[in-house]
């Protein structure tokens, strides 16, 4: 179930925009947690695709291996973390308009087991405060850096 929608206007043409968005070696630029993302998987991204991404959240670090679950060029993509009982989804679409790139962002997480069903609703807040802000984030470095 979603927990987690927002959109952004870029001011840039679809193309770059799923283009920054879906080099994860970009996401230390655009997610404030990330200090790093490399590819586990060869060749260029695509449904099964995967990287190991590491966050730094209160000074301790934290890895989690990431899987593009969904891939359509320049329309939209997801990825999929599942770790120690937490399935944490997100899922991006790319609508060219007169203005730029629309990108939607819908966040979804579910839980296994007895302490992270009832830790949920702060595991939620958790990641609202860590990733709420990322769209924004992606929106100023995608117009500032050139394609």
Do not use: C
Not at 14 to 29: G, H, I, K, L, R
Request: glycine content about 4%.
């Amino acid at each position: 179930m979603a927990f987690l929608r927002r959109n952004v206007l870029i001011n840039k043409p679809t193309e770059e925009v799923f283009a920054a968005a879906t080099d994860f070696s970009n996401s230390p630029e655009i997610m404030e947690t990330v200090v790093e993302a490399k590819p586990i998987t060869d060749g260029p991204v695509r449904k099964g695709y995967q990287f190991k991404e590491v966050r730094e959240i209160r000074g301790r670090k934290s890895a989690s291996i990431i899987e593009v679950t969904e891939y359509e060029p320049n329309e939209s993509y997801a990825v999929r973390s599942d770790q120690h009982g937490i399935d944490l989804r997100y899922h991006y679409t790319f609508v060219e308009t007169a203005e730029g790139t629309r990108v939607d962002f819908i966040g979804e997480l579910d839980t296994k087991g007895l302490r992270n069903t009832l830790m949920k609703p702060l595991i939620k807040m958790i990641i609202k405060k860590e990733d709420a802000d990322h769209l924004d984030k992606m929106k100023a470095w995608v117009e500032k850096n050139p394609s």
